[in-house]
């Protein structure tokens, strides 16, 4: 789920480490203080999932995500339920020495993830 979401991020042009290299106005970092996950059908070694990411909430600081997995079967055009998650993330800026501070998703980040 962690990996979706990033990727989803890095599409919106929200980076997903802070660094000096882009904006500091979109360096915040995303920890969870969620994680649920509810299984409907086994996924196999190798099996192609089809992962879909939905924002849910846009709060003061945290964001709620849902998840849902799917496989798409050889022998039918009808996808397979794999799974339903869903996480919530805070968003912290990042101090050297790698303190967590919690803070309000900056204008510019919270635009990005209303867009998706």
Same mark, same amino acid.
């Given at each position: 789920?962690?990996?979706?979401?990033?990727?989803? $991020?890095?599409?919106?042009? *929200?980076?997903?480490?802070?660094?000096?290299?882009?904006?500091? !106005?979109?360096?915040?970092?995303?920890?969870?203080?969620?994680?649920?996950?509810?299984?409907?059908?086994?996924? %196999?070694?190798?099996?192609? $999932?089809? /992962?879909?990411?939905?924002?849910?909430? *846009?709060? %003061?600081?945290?964001?709620?995500?849902?998840?849902?997995?799917?496989?798409?079967? !050889?022998?039918?055009?009808?996808?397979?339920? *794999?799974?339903? !998650?869903?996480?919530?993330?805070?968003?912290? %800026?990042?101090?050297?020495? !790698?303190?967590?501070?919690?803070?309000? /998703?900056?204008?510019?980040? %919270?635009?990005? $993830?209303?867009?998706?």
């Amino acid at each position: 789920m962690e990996s979706a979401e990033h990727e989803m $991020l890095r599409s919106v042009g *929200i980076p997903v480490l802070p660094d000096a290299d882009h904006d500091q !106005g979109l360096c915040v970092t995303w920890p969870r203080v969620n994680a649920a996950c509810d299984y409907f059908n086994a996924a %196999r070694f190798e099996d192609w $999932l089809d /992962i879909e990411v939905a924002v849910d909430k *846009i709060g %003061r600081s945290s964001v709620q995500y849902s998840i849902t997995f799917t496989r798409l079967d !050889g022998a039918s055009d009808q996808p397979t339920r *794999i799974a339903k !998650g869903s996480t919530v993330v805070v968003c912290c %800026r990042l101090h050297s020495g !790698g303190g967590l501070e919690k803070v309000d /998703i900056p204008d510019a980040v %919270r635009a990005k $993830l209303e867009s998706f």
